[in-house]
């Protein structure tokens, strides 16, 4: 149970949200022009004619980008649209080239679907998707750059994005979180998006409204571009907490667009243009209707990754993982592969142990990143398997590893090396413990007189006589035969 | 329907065209003689026809996924009325 | 040496393989041409210097007999193609001193096709008029005149400038863009031959867009031959336009010099409207005689819906163009007047860069796109489009051509019909249809008025089927016989 009621003078209040989210749909070039849609580069560096609205300059669709909207339809197990309109969105803005932005209205490539949510409490809830369209980006206007002007870069402009507007189905701040969460984790298994959010590959518009819970939905305020799920979660918090301060002081909601300042996590209206509704949306007359074969959607089925919820469960049932373990591991894709390639052979349970102790604590200690391990997947792997067939014990494996991590050598070579190998030969081990024995006459007994505790001790001997190479197991038991 | 020389008023502002002060009744004289003619478009029976936008039969044509433009901001910037430091300049824009 | 500037481009690409005369000599008598015809005000922009190396390099291909197809022709480009490094100002204010850097498609063509450019031929601002009285550059005056009074007369719109210069003999052919009736009405107020070709058979990339539904580019010359190595030149599929119709371009002069035998020509009723002025209903008729006589079958067909095409135009077209000319906003390219703040800077910048005609298109534009009017207007329009669109499948499913006259008026005086924009607009009743319709159409000089003024005809044909149209044209033209000069010409000939 998620829902975090408000508690306001007047009883309780039910918060009702609903997301759209801009995800710049990963392409090497801009949806409409031959431009460069990396992000980094010199003011108006990656801006052709076309992106900049120069007269005659006319669109034409990047294909890929068409491929990608349906892929991310597709894994946000919606209806794929074989028919959509390209439309025009006008209005006036100095980073908006062409005085309108060519977006979908209408008939979007992508209707309704649904995505399931991890809640941390461990429970998860389905949010539906209502939409997802393909439009243009606008360009970046720098306002802080001199007293009396702004600066206009446009190379974002024209840059390919995927809106996806979620139904009104999150009631906390935290479901909202969970969900661009989810939704990010989704995209990049995707390959559709690289979910930078500090690039704004991935930007939210939050719609948050009041009502007592039973009651209509209230007058919502949209909270323009949020850009991390920290600022989601407390822009929420903040805006609901206003709302039902404004009504129960008697006052009334009026639907506006509010920006977040992150600085003091409060929300503000933004000085509204009176006339800026009016988008005179239209059928953009430069393109055709975009009208895909059922046969290109399901070749794109077809090629589906496995998404982040179907590997969970199949990290639970088929490699034993614990739900917690499999949720952190496929919560980001970098991390799933990763333990996909290191555990194949070798054990669920271990590899994932070793994954999210040792790797896990190994990188956060040197401030690295899974994709700048200097341990590979494989040779994580490796290590693990020298583990399970007895090649080492999983204490000299913690040596092993810190060697591995320091040098990127493999598990086996540093074994070799050091000569690390375990110890199973019987007679060599027997031989360890009588020496062992013939030096502590006195301990052994002490022990025979009953001192159990003493057992320890002569294991910890024989462990160190053999350099830690003894296998264990071997050692216990022939001490138990010859005490 | 006609228009007033208020709805002119309102129109030019969302075209962002600013109008003197005489203009607008003018204007809205122009502009519903215009509407006038185009009224009797309610003559005809379009029940059940589909709208359309553009003549041509086809497919939406579509590029392939490569960059082949940009990195020319000289060319971009050239006819610009105010520039600096490779940016557009224009007078800020308040929030 | 003949006098070159009343060659046909065909009679000249024929004179320069034979080095009778050299490009560069061609595009100096024309050059002299337009100097001497300044007053008629063709050129936004003369690039007299820009023909002259132009023709210095056709005249270096002749002599390495490598010409291309249309080397040396001097021709006038309408103002509204981006030429690179020129200034390209759709006879606008608001784009005065703008120079494009990238070249349209159709120039480029024609470039690589060895046409040498004289200059930026004036047009009514953005292509919005039929008299070319609204070009911020000053108005064009045709070189006809009537024998009843002396007044200027317009060229007709929007491209004044490029049928003046073509009737002239400032230039051999010019490029237009039709958008309503914008190549073929000036061709027939200035007798001479124009063709706006199917919708998407030209490139629309880097032509200044008006209403981008409905522009088409085309060409005008003196004869419909003319017109055929022209458009051969301008057409082709182009990447860069996704309206841009991927087929092969027919050889359109191969269709000159064919018989009309047997061919179905549709006489559309409608056409004949009450008030129609009789001296060309009488032309008409004469028209289709002529092609009875040539052997074509006449056929009576109906285009019910011909009496709505204006007014759906005048819904879609500004609807289109009041969301094209947007990107005017002094931001990133021409006018910028300065204001208190940035939507004072836009409002003030767009006043005073816009003229009359192109504010009140852009606010009926805004006006039928705006909340609550979208479905009464905009909508009905695109419905009643498709109707008029579904009369002319239904003519061609009886006939090959229809032959309508161009324009319901011959060239009138200047400052006429400036009162009430209707009375204009009603210029384009009978070329609007087929554009709403993105057929192709042609206009060709078919005799004078008793006012001693050219009057047009004009064949529309089926999609893509430019080549009858050509077929039936030259036939139409060699009936006429049309050898009338205008009269500022007569001198001279
Ligand atoms: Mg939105
Ligand atoms: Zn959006």
Known sequence: MSNALIKGETGEWEIVIGLEVHAQCLSQSKLFSGASAVFGAAPNEHVSTVDAGFPGMLPVINGHCVSQAVKTGLGLNAKINLHSVFERKNYFYPDLPQGYQISQYQHPIVGEGEIEIDLPDGSTKVIGIE??????????????????????????SGNPLMEIVSKPDMRSADEAAAYVTKLRTILRYLGTCDGNMDEGSMRCDVNVSVRKPGDELGTRCEIKNVNSVRFVHQAIEHEARRQVEVIEGGGEIKQETRLFDTKSGTTRSMRSKEDAHDYRYFPDPDLLPLVLEQSFVDAINDNLPELPDAKKKRFIGDLGLTPYDAGVLVAEKERAYFYEFAVKGRDGKLVANWLLTELWGALNKAEKTLSESPVSAEQLGGLVGLISDNTISGRI???????????????????????LKQVTDTGAIEKVIDEVLAANPDKVAEYKGGKDKLFGFFVGQVMKQSGGKANPGIVNELLKKKL | MSIDKNTVEKVARLARIRLEDDKAEQLAGDLNKILGMIAELNEVDTAGVEPMTGVIDMKLPEREDKITDGNNVDAVLLNAPEQTAGFFVVPKVVE | MANLTHLTIKAALDGLSKKEFTATELAEAHITAAEAARHLNCFVTETFDHARAQAKESDARYAKGDAKPLDGIPIAMKDLYCTKGIQTTA?????????????????????????????????????????????AYGNVINPWRSTAHDKDLVPGGSGGGSAAA???????????????????????????????????????????AFASSLDQAGPTARTVEDCALLLKSMAGHDPKDSTSVNRPVPDYAAAIGKSVKGLKVGVPREYRMDGANPEIMALWDKGVEMMKDAGAEIVDVSLPHTKYALQTYY??????????????????????????NLIDTYEKTRAAGFGDEVKRRILIGTYVLSAGYYDAYYNKARKVRKLIWQDFIDAYQKCDVLLTPTAPTTAFAIGENTQDPVTMYLNDIFTVPASMAGMPGLSLPAGLSSDGLPLGLQLLGKPFDEETIFTAGDVLEKAVGFDALPQTLQKAA
């Open chain 3, 91 to 135: 006879s606008s204010k608001i784009l005065e001193g703008f120079k494009p850097p990238y070249e349209s498609t159709v120039s480029s063509q024609m470039f690589d096709d060895g046409c040498v450019m004289l200059g930026k031929a004036a047009l009514d601002e953005f292509a919005m008029g039929s008299s070319n009285t609204t070009s």
């Open chain 1, 131 to 156: 939409r997802l369209h393909l439009e243009q980006d606008a360009g970046k206007s720098l306002h802080d750059q001199h007293p009396q002007k702004s600066f206009v870069d446009l190379n974002r």
């Open chain 1, 397 to 419: 494996a913690k040596d092993v590893f810190a060697e591995m991590f320091a040098t990127g050598k493999d598990a086996a070579v540093i074994v070799d090396e050091k000569g």
């Open chain 3, 166 to 208: 073509v009737a002239a003999r400032i230039a051999m052919g010019a490029t237009g863009t039709d958008t309503g009736g914008s190549i073929r009405q000036p061709a027939a107020f200035c007798g001479i031959a124009g063709i706006k070709p199917t919708y998407g058979r030209c490139s629309r990339f880097g032509i200044i």
């Open chain 3, 315 to 340: 819904v879609i077209a500004p609807a289109e163009c009041s969301s094209n000319l947007a990107r005017y906003d002094g931001v990133r390219y021409g006018l910028r007047v300065p204001g208190d």
